[in-house]
C-alpha cells in the first residue's frame, strides 16, 4: 500500500491529502521538543487545552508545558485516569465542561497528549465544543502513533460496545515523537505493533517481509522504527485520502479489530487482561483462520502470520487471555453491534493471502458462531 519512505536525523513528514482539511504527520525523535514552535506557526495566538492521562502527565508534560511557553503558547491542563474505561459518558461530559470553564474559543485547539484513549476521547470533546474547535493530535504510544492518531475518527465507548458514540474529526497536525516511545512498557509497544504489522497483513506483502525481517530494530530504537511508524502512517493516508468517513475501503483498516473489539467488550475493557493491540492480535489471528475456513487463504498464510505474532510476543488465541471468557453467542452479539454493520447484515475484514484483505459483506453468522464455539473450545 505505501512506497518504502526513507528515514534520517530530521523528521519525516507524512501528509494527509484530504483538501481543505489536509494535515501533516510530522515522525521523528524529539519531535517534543519543537513542538510549541509548530502549533505557533500553524495557529499563531492560539490557546490551548491540553488533555492528557495521569501517566503521560507525570513523565513527559513538564518538556511540553516548556516547548508552548517558549513558543507563547498559553494553556490549560486536563488529566484523565489512564485505561480504556476512561472513553466513557461521565469523562467526556466532564472535559467539554472544562474546556469551557477555561474560556477556550472556537479558534483555539483542543490538544490531545497521550495514547489511543486520550485522542478519541480529546478529539470527540474537540468535534463537540463550540461545534467543532481545532484539534492537534500529539500520540505518545506505537499504536496511536501509527493508528488512532490519523484519519479523524473520535469518540467514547458504550455499554453496547466499543467506540459506538463518536464522530469524524481530522486533526490539523499530527506531532509523533517517537523518542516517548523509549518509556513504553513491553507490553504496551508489542501491543502497538499489533496495528503496525496489520498494515503489511491488509495490503503491503512486502512491508509484512520487511517487519518479519526488522522488527527487533523497531523494538529497539533503531532507525527502522521510525521507517516502520512512517510507512504505516503513509499507508493508513492513502486509504484515508481515498475514503475519509469508512464508506467503502477504509473498512480494511479494521482487518482483525471485529473480533478484537467483541474480546474487548467480554472482558469489560479491563486492560489487566486485555488491551487494545492485543485484542487486534488475537483478533487477525481469527480472520485468518476464519478466512482459511471459508476456503480463502492456504493454511501456510495462517501459519506465517501466527509464526511472527508469536516471534514478537502477541497473543494469538483467546485462550492467552486471563480470566473466563463469555459464550460464543456473547461474543457474537458484541459483534452483530460493530460499526461495519449494515441492515442487520455482518460484515468481516477476511483476506485471500498476506497483504490481500478484502471487505465481505453478508456473513452468514451461524458460520461465525460455529467458528467462535470451536476457537473458545481450543
Known amino acids: 500500500m505505501a512506497d518504502r519512505l526513507e528515514t534520517t536525523a530530521e523528521p519525516v513528514?507524512?501528509?494527509?491529502?484530504?483538501?481543505?482539511?489536509?494535515?501533516?504527520?510530522?515522525?521523528?525523535?524529539?519531535?517534543?521538543?519543537g513542538a510549541g514552535a509548530r502549533i505557533a506557526t500553524?495557529?499563531?495566538?492560539?490557546?490551548?487545552?491540553?488533555?492528557?492521562?495521569?501517566t503521560v502527565a507525570r513523565t513527559h508534560l513538564p518538556a511540553?508545558?516548556?516547548?508552548?511557553?517558549?513558543?507563547?503558547?498559553?494553556?490549560?491542563?486536563i488529566t484523565v485516569p489512564p485505561g480504556e474505561q476512561t472513553k466513557c459518558y461521565a469523562q467526556f461530559?466532564?472535559?467539554?465542561?472544562?474546556?469551557?470553564?477555561?474560556r477556550l474559543e472556537r479558534g483555539d485547539a483542543v490538544l490531545a497528549f497521550g495514547g489511543g484513549v486520550v485522542g478519541d476521547l480529546a478529539g470527540f470533546v474537540s468535534a463537540s465544543v463550540r461545534r467543532g474547535m481545532t484539534f492537534i493530535q500529539m500520540?505518545?504510544?506505537?499504536?496511536?502513533?501509527?493508528?488512532?492518531?490519523?484519519?479523524?475518527?473520535?469518540?467514547?465507548?458504550?455499554?453496547?460496545g466499543k467506540n459506538l458514540i463518536g464522530a469524524f474529526h481530522q486533526p490539523a497536525l499530527v506531532l509523533a515523537d517517537t523518542a516517548i516511545?523509549?518509556?513504553?512498557?513491553?507490553?504496551?509497544?508489542?501491543?502497538?505493533?499489533?496495528e503496525v504489522v496489520k498494515y503489511g497483513l491488509l495490503g503491503d506483502a512486502d512491508f509484512f517481509e520487511w517487519l518479519d525481517l526488522n522488527w527487533k530494530g523497531l523494538f529497539d530504537g533503531t532507525s527502522a522504527r521510525e521507517e516502520a511508524v512512517a510507512r504505516s502512517c503513509a499507508a493508513k493516508a492513502a486509504v484515508v485520502g481515498a475514503d475519509e468517513r469508512e464508506s467503502g475501503q477504509r473498512a480494511l483498516l479494521n482487518l482483525g479489530?471485529?473480533?478484537?473489539?467483541?474480546?474487548?467488550?467480554?472482558?469489560?475493557?479491563?486492560?489487566?487482561?486485555?488491551?487494545?493491540?492485543?485484542?487486534?492480535?488475537?483478533?487477525?489471528?481469527?480472520?485468518?483462520?476464519?478466512?482459511?475456513?471459508?476456503?480463502?487463504?492456504?493454511?501456510?498464510?495462517?501459519?506465517?502470520?501466527?509464526?511472527?505474532?508469536?516471534?514478537?510476543?502477541?497473543?494469538?488465541?483467546?485462550?492467552?487471555?486471563?480470566?473466563?471468557?463469555?459464550?460464543?453467542?456473547?461474543?457474537?452479539?458484541?459483534?452483530?453491534?460493530?460499526?461495519?454493520?449494515?441492515?442487520?447484515?455482518?460484515?468481516?475484514i477476511l483476506t485471500r493471502g498476506i497483504g490481500q484483505a478484502f471487505v465481505e459483506k453478508g456473513v452468514d453468522p451461524a458460520t461465525v458462531l460455529e467458528f467462535l464455539k470451536e476457537k473458545l473450545q481450543r
Open 13 to 33: 513528514t507524512v501528509p494527509v491529502n484530504l483538501g481543505e482539511r489536509s494535515y501533516d504527520i510530522v515522525i521523528g525523535r524529539d519531535v517534543l521538543t
Open 42 to 54: 500553524l495557529m499563531p495566538g492560539a490557546r490551548l487545552a491540553v488533555i492528557t492521562d495521569e
Open 64 to 77: 511540553l508545558s516548556a516547548s508552548l511557553k517558549a513558543a507563547g503558547l498559553e494553556h490549560t491542563v
Open 93 to 102: 461530559e466532564r472535559l467539554c465542561d472544562e474546556v469551557l470553564a477555561a
Open 139 to 160: 500520540p505518545t504510544t506505537l499504536l496511536s502513533q501509527v493508528d488512532s492518531s490519523v484519519g479523524g475518527k473520535t469518540g467514547i465507548n458504550s455499554r453496547h
Open 181 to 194: 516511545l523509549d518509556t513504553l512498557s513491553d507490553r504496551e509497544f508489542r501491543a502497538g505493533y499489533a
Open 257 to 348: 479489530h471485529t473480533f478484537g473489539h467483541a474480546l474487548e467488550s467480554a472482558v469489560e475493557y479491563d486492560g489487566t487482561r486485555l488491551v487494545h493491540g492485543e485484542g487486534v492480535s488475537i483478533g487477525m489471528m481469527l480472520a485468518h483462520e476464519f478466512s482459511a475456513r471459508l476456503g480463502l487463504l492456504p493454511q501456510a498464510d495462517v501459519e506465517r502470520v501466527e509464526a511472527h505474532l508469536i516471534k514478537v510476543g502477541l497473543p494469538v488465541r483467546m485462550q492467552q487471555i486471563p480470566g473466563q471468557l463469555p459464550p460464543a453467542e456473547t461474543l457474537l452479539d458484541s459483534i452483530a453491534q460493530d460499526k461495519k454493520v449494515s441492515r442487520g447484515a455482518l460484515t468481516f
